[in-house]
């Protein structure tokens, strides 16, 4: 007999990245009194890891719970970016309903679209929260109208379109439920979580049946599932059996061996836990996203959807350059490929490949930011390794004709810039699909674009339009080949002899291009030092020193004037490496270089890939 647990309420936060989520969840921690009162609390406590912190992203979604007159309510905080959107999609079936924060200024943007698609699609009720509303520029009545036509869009029931709206400045600490009201504190949000949020349903007097939605793991424990109690109830010593939707072969005896609630943002130990409590359960070594855990008497598993392909995919490779192993502390294919099949555990939109070279792996995403979040941790860890340009994954079709991963990207930038936004979007396969102003001088743009004219893009963007523009894409489904396209105008500036870089050399190396380095750096032949001004590579000596004479001594040098060089972050990197050319990565360095070091092995296989190329065109 199904019955409601009132004392529980299970809600996801989704939003759009940088609508202020994380921000919005400090406020109900601290609200509800999960802090002492003379506690010190970081800002955006939720995003736990480094990066979270520094790039103030979302990564992972993380569980939290807090009480408010008596009830307890668990909260899951998911990331906005679509990269991440295989965490998004699963935390869904743990929830019985959502708050949609979005910005009061930037409205209703693509990841708004995404994360609401999905929320409706598992008929989830939503509260939608408009965040920000104390910036001087917010425009709460229109965004209300595009959320609104946003609902539409997705085909919403006539429930979903009669959500209640509340305004918020989650910085400011107040909610509240029209734009008169005075601004307290966050209790109208608590209320209508109590109000419009069902309480989970289930049979408490039938089986176990758990479905682990989000799989965290710990040095000391190893895997740990997070998923919500169905039916029934589980004990710590509890015996189980694991079954999967997807693999119905799948059966295996365990035993649950701690089990865990949340509150506030640690995990708890429990010895039991009822219908619809978020749980936590370690002890099972081999437990994965999908699982259901039932007790043996009736094992029936949980329809769970399966996650969304990766669209890109990069190699990931033992370093081979002159320079390696000096810098990293994990340089082996071992070490990487361990490291590599670890990061499966947690993230399920991952895919990991071994190729025909045991030294190289195939390593598969949901986008750019997704795999250049995990180089970025590998460095942080200790690891040296080489990893090549971001390629998409084709597919073909009953007929074998070859489609590629489409990106609809929406572009807001300032009108000046329109124009070069325009052209270079177009130049990279894009199709204009419409135009419209959205004030402050602003215009939204709408491309639809292969996914492969978007890799390498972000850097020019920005350059393009002065840091001004904002550009955010979502997944649009497999079309049709757009056809071959290059990648970048101008050639690299390479070094043909190791050794140390030095002011001459590189203040003649400076004329025929942009630097990457300055003097007193190591560099071998075929590494890049520079990007070339004309289209072709061009070949220099960066350790030249100037011939000493008489009338000449070598303090003469320090006249010369070097231009700065261009510093360059990992994603840019990423974006500027071509096809024939790799990134080299260790803990303190970044360097680019060809795949090809030998000069004349690599003009043997340039003319002999142009020989190809004419043969097929």
Request: proline fraction near 5%; charged fraction near 30%.
């Amino acid at each position: 007999m199904k019955t409601k647990r009132e004392d529980v309420r299970n809600i996801a936060i989704i939003a759009h990245v940088d609508h202020g989520k994380t921000t919005l969840v400090d406020q109900l921690l601290r609200q509800s009194g999960v802090f002492r009162a003379n506690q010190e609390v970081v800002d955006r406590v939720m995003d736990s890891n480094d990066i979270e912190r520094e790039r103030g992203i979302t990564i992972l979604s993380k569980n939290t719970a807090v009480f408010y007159k008596g009830v307890k309510i668990n909260i899951i905080d998911t990331p906005g970016h679509a990269d991440f959107g295989g965490e998004v999609e699963r935390v869904l079936k743990m929830v019985n309903g959502v708050i949609l924060v979005v910005d009061a200024y930037e409205g209703a943007m693509p990841q708004t679209k995404f994360v609401l698609r999905k929320a409706l699609e598992l008929n989830l009720p939503v509260i939608v929260c408009l965040n920000k509303i104390d910036r001087p520029e917010a425009r709460p009545d229109d965004v209300i109208d595009e959320i609104l036509e946003l609902f539409m869009d997705l085909d919403a029931s006539d429930e979903q379109l009669d959500c209640p709206f509340l305004f918020a400045s989650a910085r400011s600490g107040f909610a509240k439920k029209s734009l008169e009201d005075p601004e307290t504190d966050m209790s109208p949000l608590f209320e209508t979580i109590l109000e419009y949020i069902p309480a989970p349903e289930g049979d408490p007097e039938a089986e176990t049946q758990v479905l682990i939605s989000t799989i965290d793991y710990n040095e000391y424990v190893g895997r740990i599932g997070v998923g919500k109690i169905d039916n029934g109830s589980l004990k710590v010593n509890q015996d189980c059996v694991i079954v999967n939707h997807h693999e119905p072969d799948k059966f295996r005896k365990v035993k649950i061996g701690k089990l865990y609630e949340f509150e506030g943002l640690n995990k708890v130990e429990v010895a039991e836990a009822g219908i619809g409590a978020i749980v936590a359960i370690s002890g099972i070594s081999d437990i994965h996203i999908g699982d259901t855990i039932c007790s043996p008497e009736k094992p029936e598993a949980i329809p769970f959807q399966k996650i969304s392909e990766p669209t890109i995919s990069m190699d990931f490779m033992v370093n081979d350059s002159p320079l390696a192993g000096l810098e990293g502390r994990y340089i082996t294919s071992r070490h990487i490929r361990e490291r590599l099949f670890r990061e499966l555990n947690t993230d399920v939109s991952l895919r990991v490949e071994e190729t025909d070279s045991p030294d190289c792996f195939k390593v598969s995403g949901r986008g750019e930011l997704h795999l250049s979040v995990l180089i970025e941790n590998m460095r942080r860890e200790g690891f040296e390794f080489a990893v090549s340009k971001a390629e998409v994954l084709y597919h073909y079709d009953e007929r074998n004709t070859k489609l590629e991963p489409m990106e609809i990207a929406y572009v807001d930038v300032p009108e000046e810039f329109t124009g070069a936004v325009i052209q270079k979007l177009t130049s990279r396969k894009g199709e204009l699909q419409g135009m419209s102003p959205i004030g402050g001088g602003y215009t939204r743009l709408e491309f639809s674009i292969p996914s492969r004219g978007l890799i390498g893009y972000r850097g020019e963007f920005l350059t393009d339009t002065k840091g001004n523009g904002i550009l955010n894409t979502s997944f649009d489904g497999y079309g049709p080949f757009k056809g071959e396209l290059s990648y970048r105008k101008q050639g690299s500036l390479i070094a043909f002899e190791a050794g140390e870089s030095i002011t001459y050399g590189l203040f003649n190396a400076q004329e025929r291009g942009t630097l990457f380095i300055g003097p007193g750096v190591k560099v071998y032949s075929g590494m890049i030092v520079g990007q070339s001004a004309k289209p072709e590579d061009i070949e220099l000596n960066v350790c030249k020193t100037k011939k000493l004479t008489n009338t000449r001594s070598s303090s003469s040098d320090e006249a010369l004037r070097l231009t700065p060089p261009r510093e360059m972050s990992l994603e840019q990197c990423l974006d500027f490496i071509d096809t024939d050319e790799l990134l080299e990565v260790t803990p303190t360095s970044l360097r680019i270089r060809k795949k090809i070091l030998d000069p004349t092995l690599r003009k043997r296989a340039m003319i002999s890939r142009k020989e190809a190329e004419k043969n097929r065109g």
